[in-house]
């Protein structure tokens, strides 16, 4: 049988995986809010015709770098962010010989859902 992802992952080992992934969460989307006041920053500058190059600029690169390495993390993994802000991600897993995705979300103690490959957060199933 040919599947999506070369990874999968057990129940158990995806929530192994949640302390390491609510700190790179935690950093993720603290790096979400400095690039947001770092962007109204240059947005103002940049209506005003001021240049924007210097200090600012480079505080944007640097937190897109630090943001890019940490996404790199969950790719690297085969880990899908869905939303950064709720903190929802899926696992490629396999139930039954079935491809699906372990489902979890940032206020969840474990990972206890689990949905289809197509159907998304609206199709999550109880494990």
């Not at 950093?27 to 006041?37: F, H, I, V, Y």
Request: net charge negative.
């Amino acid at each position: 049988m040919k599947y999506h992802f070369q990874k999968h992952y057990t129940r158990e080992e995806a929530t192994a995986l949640l302390p390491q992934i609510r700190k790179w969460l935690e950093q993720l989307n603290g790096r979400r809010e400095q690039l947001e006041q770092i962007e109204k920053r240059l947005g103002g500058r940049v209506a005003q015709g001021v240049d924007c190059g210097g200090a600012t600029v480079n505080e944007w690169v640097r937190t897109l770098a630090a943001m890019d390495a940490a996404l790199a993390e969950f790719k690297r993994r085969t880990i899908f962010v869905k939303d950064l802000e709720r903190g929802l991600l899926d696992f490629p897993a396999l139930i039954g010989g079935k491809e699906v995705f372990l489902c979890w979300e940032l206020d969840e103690e474990s990972v206890e859902f689990w949905h289809e490959l197509e159907t998304g957060f609206g199709g999550r199933e109880r494990l």
